[in-house]
Nanobody, 121 residues
Framework: QVQLVESGGGLVQAGGSLRLSCAAS??????YAWGWHRQAPGKEREVV?????????YYADSVKGRFTISRDNAKNTLYLQMNSLKPEDTAVYYC???????????????WGQGTQVTVSS
């Protein structure tokens, strides 16, 4: 069983930065792929970034060059550094774990409770 707890969300002006954290317990990072999804009001949940078990990243086109996914194995923590934020990045951001395909596809079995990110114009 994997437990995921996100933190780091908040209100930021357009062009600003935030770093989200996802503290994981129950399994080490080497067991699963990991990722971030987001869901804006009235929209479907979408993948933002993912990291394969080996560490190579995947990014949605909408965040390439602005967001960076990383992990600290010693702390069992996943991060999402978000720079040059835009109002359209406003959403609840979720951490997830599973096989790489299920993480990217949004069908993975482990999810956090989410953290709100609001970007003002």
């Amino acid at each position: 069983q994997v437990q995921l707890v996100e933190s780091g969300g908040g209100l930021v002006q357009a062009g600003g930065s935030l770093r989200l954290s996802c503290a994981a317990s129950g399994h080490t990072f080497g067991t699963y792929a990991w990722g971030w999804h987001r869901q804006a009001p009235g929209k479907e949940r979408e993948v933002v970034a993912a990291m394969r078990r080996g560490g190579s990243p995947y990014y949605a086109d909408s965040v390439k060059g602005r967001f960076t996914i990383s992990r600290d194995n010693a702390k069992n923590t996943l991060y999402l550094q978000m720079n040059s934020l835009k109002p359209e990045d406003t959403a609840v951001y979720y951490c997830t774990a599973g096989s790489f395909g299920t993480v990217v596809g949004g069908t993975s079995g482990y999810w956090g409770q989410g953290t709100q990110v609001t970007v003002s114009s």
